[in-house]
């Protein structure tokens, strides 16, 4: 009975995030109060799992916070623009170079762990030259999107806290093995940036020669040199080099590991505000513009903290994975985790990242576990063989945002970007797997 109630649980959440019904907080805290019910808790026990569920992420939830808040700070100071814009200034009039600047590009945007902000910037700043070059938008989509899910494997991206939180671990010491994985991924993805400018050239030579057009709308303000863009009053160039240096230390103290991420984010968030920022009303503005996301991700997280108590508190996750290992083939349930990790590319078509890591997650986890595989390596298969289809998501808010800065279409990004961002997310893959950062 506890495996039906924790299915039906997991499933109508999925359903209704799946639907867009309701927002992920709401279906996370909800329902999972009504299965408790049904199995026979009381409030006051469910009110004991919920304080367990919020103690396991509440260190996650403070990381997130400050982390946002930081690197909207140094995003707003224009701590990136200057290695962006030199990039774009090497690359123009090239499209091979192009396209590979563009995965440099994205991946120094993505260093906030916000999605949105990096199309942002990349998809204005490269949009115009793309057109003026002939290239397919969709290309820049794609070397974009994939190149920020890389960079999104960083401890204050949204996968990572999401998974820390289900783990119940720290989530600087889930990212550390990752960091030679992300470094493999932007080389490679570099190498294949090259492969697919060449394609690109090619396509373009050849309708050059048929005598066609391409379908786009010139626009003659190509990014020009930063003497001639709009100055954006909020950068602080001759800060420059003191924020490189706090961003440099911020990230190193985290890699250390010997220090909460929570701790350095909240230190050097609470240094680079006033020092970029002088006044209090401009302090408070800031923190005003980058408050909202922070607090969404917080709260999302907390949710999953309620949903996770709950359902580990009454024992719905170990009885599903109980019943599961009788159900399913003998020979599978110890591959478990590399299944769905190779699968992890297709499921971001059916699977919002909430439904993904907060409903199935658990369950992998707690099957293959009992064969004694590593938590820890279960979460590295879901999130190696998932992370780079989150921008070929419709259930990416990000992503929608991105179709609308390039006047694109989700069908046609999909066609153009689904195989070759799962074929990539394969061998990224299998490299974890060679390098024993996934076991089985």
């Known amino acids: 009975m506890l495996s039906i109630i924790g299915l039906l649980t997991i499933f109508i959440i999925v359903a209704l995030l799946i639907s867009g019904r309701i927002t992920p907080i709401v279906g996370l805290v909800i329902v999972p109060i009504f299965g408790a019910f049904f199995a026979g808790f009381n409030f006051k026990e469910i009110g004991e799992f919920f304080g367990s569920g919020i103690d396991s992420v509440i260190s996650v939830v403070i990381m997130f916070i400050f982390a946002i808040l930081f690197f909207g700070i140094m995003q707003d100071a224009g701590v990136f623009d200057p290695l962006i814009n030199t990039m774009i200034r090497i690359s123009r009039g090239n499209v091979v170079a192009v396209a590979m600047a563009t995965v440099v590009i994205a991946a120094i945007a993505q260093l906030d762990g916000s999605g949105a902000s990096t199309f942002l910037i990349t998809i204005p700043a490269l949009l115009p030259l793309y057109k003026r070059l002939k290239m397919s938008p969709y290309l820049l989509l794609l070397l974009v999107g994939t190149s920020a899910s890389i960079v999104n494997m960083v401890p204050w991206g949204g996968p990572l806290g999401r998974a820390a939180a289900v783990l119940g671990m720290d989530v600087t010491e889930l990212w550390r093995p990752l960091i030679k994985i992300q470094v493999i991924g932007l080389v490679l993805l570099v190498a294949v940036a090259f492969i697919l400018g060449m394609r690109e050239n090619r396509r373009i030579a050849k309708r050059a020669a048929d005598g066609m057009e391409e379908e786009v709308i010139e626009e003659e303000a190509v990014v020009e040199d930063e003497s001639a863009k709009t100055v954006n009053s909020l950068q602080r160039p001759k800060m420059l080099?003191?924020?490189?240096?706090?961003?440099?230390?911020?990230?190193?103290?985290?890699?250390?590991?010997?220090?909460?991420a929570g701790f350095i984010f909240m230190v050097g968030f609470s240094i680079a505000l006033p020092l970029n920022y002088r006044s209090v009303t401009e302090q408070m503005e800031r923190i005003k513009a980058h408050a909202p996301n922070a607090l969404l991700m917080a709260a999302i997280i907390l949710a999953a903290g309620s949903f996770l108590g709950i359902l580990n508190g009454a024992n719905m996750l170990d009885s599903i994975a109980t019943d599961l290992v009788k159900v399913l083939p003998a020979f599978i349930v110890p591959y478990l985790h590399i299944i769905i990790g190779f699968f992890g590319v297709p499921f971001d078509l059916l699977l919002s990242t909430d439904a993904y890591y907060f409903a199935l997650l658990p369950i992998v986890e707690q099957v293959v576990s009992g064969f004694g595989i590593p938590s820890i390596s279960a979460a590295y298969a879901l999130?190696?063989?998932?992370?780079?289809?989150?921008?070929?998501?419709?259930?990416?808010?990000?992503?929608?945002?991105?179709?609308?800065?390039?006047?694109?279409?989700?069908?046609?990004?999909?066609?153009?970007?689904?195989?070759?961002?799962?074929?990539?997310?394969?061998?990224?893959?299998?490299?974890?797997?060679?390098?024993?950062?996934?076991?089985?």
Do not use: C, D, Q
């Open 241 to 260: 080099w003191l924020n490189v240096i706090i961003a440099i230390s911020v990230i190193g103290l985290l890699v250390w590991g010997e220090v909460p």
């Open 383 to 440: 999130i190696v063989g998932n992370i780079i289809g989150t921008f070929v998501s419709p259930f990416s808010p990000a992503l929608w945002l991105a179709l609308g800065l390039a006047g694109l279409e989700m069908g046609k990004h999909i066609r153009y970007s689904f195989l070759i961002m799962w074929g990539f997310s394969i061998v990224l893959f299998l490299i974890t797997m060679a390098l024993g950062v996934i076991t089985f």
